[in-house]
């Protein structure tokens, strides 16, 4: 019944893949886990297939880069891209710990023409702040915002590892380290860093200096959505140009990416345009097969019209993204 869009999914580069860190021996540790999110062939495709998904946009996990291995990475996730033009897309890395270099490899990877290396993705995934705690609503930023909107690409805002300060903020006495990472991280606390940095974003009026921006942000709106009317209130004493709720409905996309629950979707619907609303897995961590699960069930409970679930699945991918899978 069509096809499917999914675009919060993940790889390792050969760049990240050698880097000595924890993250990695976690990751090496899960059976199997390794190898899935450092290929970019059979395996991946094969997922995919799973989950009756047409096209994956592939960019890298969270972890901040040099400018150098961000190309680097580029690089080899465009050659996978080559090779499997119908299935693969990619969304860049950039080395957001230096603007200037973040705003160039975006042009070097999204420009439409004359893209001398040859690479043509569709936009960036970016972690929600540096490693060291750096969010982008200083004007450094501007240059990359500006770069976004004149290549008329979406950048998706994606959770990441606590900052030292962070992980700081959310350790307690009585906790082991591997749970604080898990409540800091994936299992609350890097989801509600970036609906704050949205936030952050708003208050700093970047959507009032560059009005055409895109952002997507993934897991159901990262709660964005729950706490809508909250945060209209609390801005509209902002003196933004746009209110939120304007921002919200012309600046800001979202995605589904391993948060397979009915109840989200619910809430979304009934303060989010349809057609803001796509589809995603977040392989590896998430597979094609359980967000097929979702999109079925989604399908028989009746919440949206067959246009709407059309939407979610692909076409409002296929529109923000300028992609072709038919
Ligand atoms: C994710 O992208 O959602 C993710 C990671 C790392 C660990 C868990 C997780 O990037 O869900
Ligand atoms: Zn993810």
Redesign the pocket.
Known sequence: TGPIITLEE?FLSRAAKAQPNSRNEMFKAIPGFFEEFTELGPQRIADMDAGQVTMQVISH??GDLSAALCRDCNDQLAEAVRSYPRRFAGFAELPMHEPHEAAKELRRTCSRENSKDGIKFVGALVDSHTEGGLYYDGPEFDLLWEAAEQLDVPIYI??TWPSEQLFTAYKSPHLSDDVTISIAA?GFGWHSDVAMHILRLYAAGVFDRFPKLKIIIGHMGEMVPYMLQRIQRVSSRWEKERSFREVWDNNLWLTTS?NWALDPLACILRNTKPERIMYSV?YP?SKSRDGLKWLQELEVSGMVSEEELEGIRWKNAAKLLKLDVN
Do not use: E, L, T, V
Request: aromatic share 22%.
């Open positions: 993940h996990a969270p994606h959770p994936w391993g977040d961590f």
